[in-house]
């Protein structure tokens, strides 16, 4: 078999209809569970609606976050807080919709843990988006036993495409 036919395709492997029922149950879970914006999907998740054109990937963590801990390929990058303080994007939403093409598009963001960028889903639903959904604990996954991240979830830890400066 040549090289070329091993390269995986979640069109292919999934169906059009497969990516439309992860996002319904996630919207279906996030009814459920309240939450203000459309739902919560798994980085594997994510990556496969990214890679089938169906959503865009924002990553809402600093420029520093980026360059020293890694990002994903291709991602777009609008910035939740930035400095040392953390201080809030008042331009987040604005930067949001200009970058991802409209309130219309499905968006998934990604932060450290999927804190930030819950936070950031939250506040780009109340300005109007409709389809935007937060990656499950997000790009280090969460804390462990002696409170580090990387060990256990999170896009790294579940090998999925990333870049480090």
């Not at 980085?43 to 609606?49: I, M, N, R, V």
Request: proline residues 3%; hydrophobic residues 45%; aromatic residues 8%.
């Amino acid at each position: 078999m040549a090289a070329a036919e091993l390269i995986f395709d979640p069109r292919a492997a999934h169906g059009e209809a497969a990516f439309d029922e992860v996002l319904h149950l996630a919207r279906a879970q996030a009814k459920a569970q309240g939450l203000p914006y459309a739902g919560i999907v798994s980085a594997q998740d994510a990556w496969q609606l990214v890679q089938a054109g169906k959503a865009v990937l924002v990553d809402v963590r600093t420029n520093e976050e980026r360059t020293f801990v890694g990002y994903v390929p291709a991602s777009l990058h609008v910035a939740w807080a930035t400095g040392t303080a953390m201080n809030r994007n008042p331009r987040f939403t604005r930067e949001l919709e200009a970058k991802a093409g409209g309130k219309d598009a499905v968006v998934v963001l990604l932060c450290r843990s999927g804190k930030r960028s819950a936070l950031a889903a939250e506040a780009a639903a109340k300005a109007g988006f409709t389809h935007v959904f937060n990656i499950a604990q997000g790009f280090e996954g969460d804390l462990d036993a002696q409170q580090q991240r990387g060990h256990s979830g999170g896009w790294r830890w579940h090998a999925l495409p990333w870049l480090q400066d």
